[in-house]
């Protein structure tokens, strides 16, 4: 069925949600005291069981798990109702300890529950689900097209992403421009960095459908010694330092992190070797990184220093380079000094740093012959409960699972006795229940 059809479905759901309290209202009005009519558990089956096929539809497990508990709520009560009806005596009240045995059963159904749907988001994770379009190969910078020196080029920079709630919005509004390619700059996967990790941020990036060529720059969160080193990160999305000529503008590529897993701080004779060789060539160049240097007041955190960050800075001024991008700052900054523009974006939907500088945004460039015109793509907070839960599940829980296996299926053994010993006295309750009314109807 199509989108829309199912949205007629969800609010038709909520109708009734909202048509049971109208009809309850009208009943005690006509009543003078109140009451709870047979139409309002009806309503709430039908508006709780139509909601769990929309939540079905929409993958979110909060309102699955919801929608599933009010319906056995809902049922249970027209199942007293019935009795009433029919002439049954009432059902046996239950004392404090069978309410507290059915209380404990809730959250061991819902540990089950959280397993279950951890062991289906495994499933659903494809072994490769990153995009051809995300990447720093070569195919992908020749995927770029075809563009005359002198005719306008336009891209996009967003960094730290980390939670895809708030990032999706983003993604809407950087598709809806006429852009030639985006540069992620650092720390797309939320921390610790785990292969489990990339394989769900590629597959939300996959889900964005982005129409053009996207380059990454290798960000603090996206590379670990053991559980994901650069290697690992090269062998995924390429080279982590490259350059590309495009629309007579050279675009250059840096990885300052100078931690022990990224093996090499060569970033400024990088540097310096492409802007020597074709810095004289272009009009226009940008120098992408994740860490900003410390050369303004606007953003706070962590700055690159020491004599290689020297080193980068006196290149950008001798190059005269239009552009040295950063993200890692989860914020938004600009500051000129002589030719270069520093500019920090890294309000791709991480947690904001609080500054009034904080705020989360793309940055949309476009290059003319004569100037760089910069302006905002900017959106509000958005956290998707699915998109939440699906990260806590496979990032938190299963590496949990995995970890500790042996304890894992004992806790799991011992729930489903319990919940037998429980299932079994209400089968129990139930054959009494049965008997006592085929006496009655035998008298």
Aim: net charge positive; glycine share 8%; aromatic share 10%.
């Amino acid at each position: 069925m199509s989108e829309t059809i199912w949205l007629c479905i969800g609010f038709g759901a909520q109708a009734l949600f909202t048509m049971r309290f109208i009809v309850q209202w009208l009943a005690s009005e006509r009543e003078g005291r109140s009451v709870v009519p047979v139409s309002f558990w009806l309503l709430s089956i039908g508006g709780s069981l139509t909601l769990l096929a929309y939540a079905i539809y929409r993958r979110d497990p909060v309102f699955i798990v919801a929608q599933m508990t009010g319906s056995f709520i809902y049922l249970r009560n027209l199942s007293l109702l019935r009795r009433e009806r029919l002439g049954l005596p009432p059902a046996k009240r239950l004392g404090w300890a069978k309410v507290l045995q059915l209380l404990a059963a809730i959250p061991l159904l819902f540990v089950l529950l959280a397993q279950g749907a951890t062991i289906c988001y495994s499933l659903r994770l494809p072994a490769n689900p990153r995009p051809d379009n995300l990447g720093n190969w070569p195919a992908n910078v020749a995927a770029l097209p075809q563009k005359a020196p002198g005719t306008p080029v336009r891209f996009a920079v967003v960094g730290d992403v980390q939670r895809f709630g708030t990032f999706e919005r983003l993604a809407e509004k950087i598709k809806q421009q006429p852009l030639d390619f985006l540069v992620l700059l650092g720390d797309v996967t939320y921390p610790p960095p785990t292969v489990t990790g990339h394989r769900l941020a590629q597959l939300e990036l996959a889900e964005c459908h982005f129409p053009f060529p996207v380059f990454y720059v290798v960000g603090n969160h996206a590379v670990h010694p053991e559980s994901f080193p650069l290697a690992r990160w090269r062998k995924t999305y390429g080279p982590d330092q490259f350059w590309f000529e495009y629309g007579g503008n050279l675009f250059v590529f840096v990885d300052t992190l100078a931690e022990a897993s990224h093996g090499h701080t060569d970033a400024s004779k990088f540097l310096d070797d492409v802007l020597r060789a074709h810095g004289s060539d272009v009009r226009r160049k940008f120098v992408f990184n994740h860490v900003p240097l410390a050369v303004g007041p606007d953003w706070s955190g962590r700055k690159m220093t020491g004599p290689e960050a020297r080193r980068i800075e006196q290149l950008l001024y001798k190059y005269k380079v239009d552009y040295f991008i950063c993200g890692d700052y989860h914020g938004f900054a600009s500051v000129q000094k002589g030719d270069t523009c520093f500019l920090v974006s890294g309000g791709g939907g991480a947690h904001l740093k609080g500054s009034v500088l904080g705020f989360h945004h793309a940055t949309i460039l476009t290059v003319l012959e004569d100037r760089i015109q910069t302006r905002l793509a900017v959106t509000t907070k958005h956290k998707a409960a699915a998109d939440s839960l699906e990260r806590s599940a496979l990032l938190k829980l299963l590496p949990l699972m995995s970890a500790r296996p042996v304890e894992t299926a004992l806790a799991d053994v011992l729930i489903l006795a319990v919940l037998f010993l429980l299932l079994r006295r209400v089968v129990r309750r139930r054959r009494a229940s049965a008997e006592e009314r085929s006496q009655k109807e035998h008298r």
